[in-house]
């Protein structure tokens, strides 16, 4: 079982990807006085853009007046392009 999608866009994805989420720990960076904080306040980051990727819990079981969240959790668009990279061209 290998590789279906276009290597290279699936590589453009994840330059993008990371990219996008140096940017969010420049701006934690410049918000925070101590990398301490900045260590402790991560999560609060993190741990939305996982719950609003649709991966561990669908986003339709979250209630409707958060769902809003996901359209600014830039780890979601991340893991649907990557989808599409990779099952895109599929038929079935």
Known sequence: MGFEGNFFAYILVVFV????S???AVVLG??????K???ELA?????????FTGLFVPIS???KWLRWIQYICV???GV????????GDCSS
Not at 17 to 20: M, P
Not at 43 to 51: A, K, Y
Not at 80 to 87: K, R
């Open 37 to 39: 904080q900045g260590q």
């Open 75 to 77: 780890l979601k668009y």
């Open 22 to 24: 140096a940017s969010y």
């Open 80 to 87: 649907n392009l990557g989808t599409l990279v990779e099952f």
């Open 61 to 63: 079981t979250i209630p």
């Open 30 to 35: 410049s918000v925070v006085s101590d990398p």
């Open 43 to 51: 999560p609060l980051i993190l741990v939305p853009q996982l719950l």
């Open 17 to 20: 990807l990371s990219a996008a």
